[in-house]
């Protein structure tokens, strides 16, 4: 009993970014330390422009090349500059959406979306988890005709167009060590 | 795993498990349903900053136009600013949305973005019969001054070649869009091709100074005129010969008008203008001489394939420097023709015609001129080439058509 809540400590000091809970079969994902509009997104949020996320949650079983379960989904959110809360507009089916929210509670309904089914997963088998969440970029112009103009190319803009990247951008991944559903529930229950 | 992350975004799937119901409120949201809060809001208005609107094509006004009283569209706001950012020429478009000053509605402001400092390549040239050609400037931008500092060496637009600095100032806005004003100071010093040396000794000079203060206006929308005086103080390579000056009255009447912008599958550009230089004794000037020079350009584009048409004419009158004098015969104008084989000194007078055709990036242009100081002298030359164009990148072989030898010259470079 002493192990499992050592052992239960120990993984919620090394993965305090990702919090995993496992309530009615389901693996639930959250991150209430991590702020993924920070940034470019917020930016753009706050210039009224809606920003779309990909999230996606991945459980390893037995070792780390066993994909047990995946899940992809796309997170349209918005910021309204009136009232100013968010707005979220979940993509795939079953589509929803949620309104009227703080930041935090906009992020906090996106990773709600996300959990994984853990049927027929015994309590001491290991597992491994994993969060991602991508901001999509707004489309580019693909040339570098902003770079070449009547009086010449410019030079800062032409390392501008060879230093960008794709139109999607990995800015989070967090992962989650080695553990065992026995494990998250003394975890839960201590 | 990424590669089946990216596929499962691409294909818009879930992989294997499903997303749980939520614990935090939500509510089912419909097919087709906007996904932007900011939907519902009005655009009461569309503001152009860091550039003029006239600047850009008619369609595209147009277009700016409808969004005011729509709603707001972010998406479609995006693809207004590369638009905007296409037929500008500029590095950067940004897009501002901010409250109105009525309830639900907003306004959006286009940025035009400029670096403070920016490095430019303003022209590179290699051409097998001249050899180098190069400008390069730095510019720096500040309460809408911009100041230049450029180094030069040209070897193709005259008879000589130019080596030295560029310095110029410009403000767009002088109280009002529509009159601006720019100062540009040359310091060159000047090197000769055997045959322009051969021809006259006694007319070409070492060095050359010009200072040129230049005002803009806009007469109405499609058409403005650029007034000033140009300074010039030569020396002459003649040994004991004094400093000389050539001070000129500067006038262009320039119209530009377009239809359509790169984005749009049919594209009309029509450019137009007539210069006339008077070099007067009442500005102290050596030599009197006057310079007039009419240019016009038409580009008509249906999705890749392109068409533009080029003329020019042009006459001076009087004791007029070699830097005034016409030039064809070089890697814009009369193409495969050596300059210094068709007039090494340059002509008094000038007629030239082009038409070049385009497909994607691949070019094919015929070219037709002459240039010559007294009627029996004129005889009209043509060349034909091919080549490769990609946004202001050029790579191109000329022939002469008619020449005792036809030696093929090659160019390749930028905005030349």
Redesign the interface.
């Known amino acids: 009993m002493f192990a499992a809540f050592l052992s239960g400590m120990a993984l919620a000091m090394l993965a305090e970014d990702l919090i995993l809970d496992h309530r009615n079969n389901r693996l639930e994902f959250s991150a209430p330390r991590t702020d993924f509009f920070a940034g470019s997104p917020m930016a753009r949020l706050k210039n009224a422009a809606e920003v779309p996320f990909v999230i996606q949650t991945t459980l390893w079983s037995g070792n780390q090349h066993h994909v047990y379960r995946t899940a992809v989904d796309r997170f349209v959110v918005s910021f309204d500059i009136f009232e100013e809360t968010y707005s979220v507009v979940k993509s795939e089916a079953p589509r929803k959406s949620a309104s009227h929210l703080t930041a935090k509670a906009a992020q906090a309904w996106c990773l709600s979306q996300m959990s994984l089914d853990t049927t027929g997963l015994s309590g001491g088998e290991p597992l491994w988890a994993r969060l991602e969440i991508s901001a999509e970029d707004p489309p580019r112009d693909g040339s570098i005709l902003g770079s070449v103009s009547d009086s010449g190319i410019s030079l800062g803009s032409l390392i501008d167009f060879f230093s960008r990247t794709g139109g999607l951008q990995t800015h989070l991944k967090l992962d989650y060590p080695a553990f065992t559903l026995d494990q998250l529930k003394s975890t839960r229950g201590s | 795993?990424?590669l089946?992350?990216?596929f499962?975004?691409a294909a818009?799937?879930?992989?294997?498990?499903?997303?749980?119901d939520?614990?935090?409120?939500?509510?089912?949201?419909?097919?087709g349903?906007q996904?932007?809060?900011?939907a519902r809001?009005i655009v009461e208005g569309v503001n152009l900053l860091g550039s003029e609107t006239k600047a850009l094509s008619r369609s595209l006004r147009a277009e700016l136009k409808q969004v005011v009283g729509a709603n707001?569209d972010?998406?479609r706001l995006?693809k207004l600013a590369?638009r905007i950012?296409?037929e500008l020429?500029?590095?950067?478009v940004k897009?501002?949305?901010?409250?109105g000053t009525m309830?639900?509605h907003?306004l959006v402001n286009f940025e035009v973005a400029k670096?403070p400092?920016?490095?430019?390549?303003?022209?590179f040239l290699y051409d097998s019969k001249g050899g180098w050609s190069g400008?390069a400037?730095a510019t720096t931008r500040a309460a809408g001054n911009s100041f230049t500092l450029g180094l030069v060496s040209d070897d193709d637009a005259l008879v000589e070649r130019d080596t030295g600095i560029r310095a110029k100032f410009e403000r767009d806005n002088l109280g009002t869009d529509w009159l601006g004003m720019r100062f540009e100071f040359d310091d060159f010093h000047e090197m000769w091709n055997q045959s322009t040396v051969a021809e006259d000794p006694s007319g070409i000079y070492r060095s050359r100074q010009t200072f040129m203060p230049e005002a803009r206006v806009f007469l109405a929308e499609p058409l403005e005129v650029d007034f000033g005086v140009r300074f010039a103080r030569f020396r002459l390579s003649t040994p004991g010969a004094m400093t000389e000056s050539s001070n000129a009255v500067v006038s262009t009447l320039r119209y530009h008008q377009r239809w359509g912008s790169?984005s749009d599958v049919q594209e009309q550009d029509l450019e137009g203008s007539y210069s006339l230089d008077a070099a007067m004794h009442l500005l102290q000037t050596d030599a009197d001489y006057v310079r007039q020079t009419a240019q016009a350009r038409y580009m008509f584009r249906h999705d890749r394939s392109r068409v533009e048409v080029s003329f020019m004419a042009g006459r001076t009158g009087g004791e007029t420097p070699l830097f005034d004098r016409f030039v064809l015969g070089n890697a814009s104008m009369l193409r495969g023709w050596s300059k210094f084989d068709l007039d090494p000194m340059g002509g008094s007078r000038v007629v030239y015609g082009s038409v070049d055709y385009s497909y994607r990036y691949y070019q094919v242009f015929y070219d037709t001129g002459a240039v010559w100081n007294l009627a029996p002298e004129r005889e009209q030359k043509q060349s034909v080439g091919v080549g490769f164009k990609k946004?202001?990148?050029q790579l191109a072989v000329a022939f002469p058509v008619g020449a005792p030898r036809a030696i093929p010259v090659f160019f390749a470079g930028?905005?030349f």
């Open positions: 795993m990424k089946a992350f990216i499962a975004l818009g799937i879930s992989l294997f498990g499903g997303a749980s939520s614990a935090l409120p939500s509510e089912p949201a419909a097919d349903a996904t932007n809060i900011n809001y707001l972010s998406r995006e590369s950012k296409e020429r500029v590095t950067g897009v501002h949305v901010a409250k309830p639900g907003v670096k400092v920016d490095l430019k390549v303003a022209k400008e400037s790169g946004e202001g990148f930028m905005n």
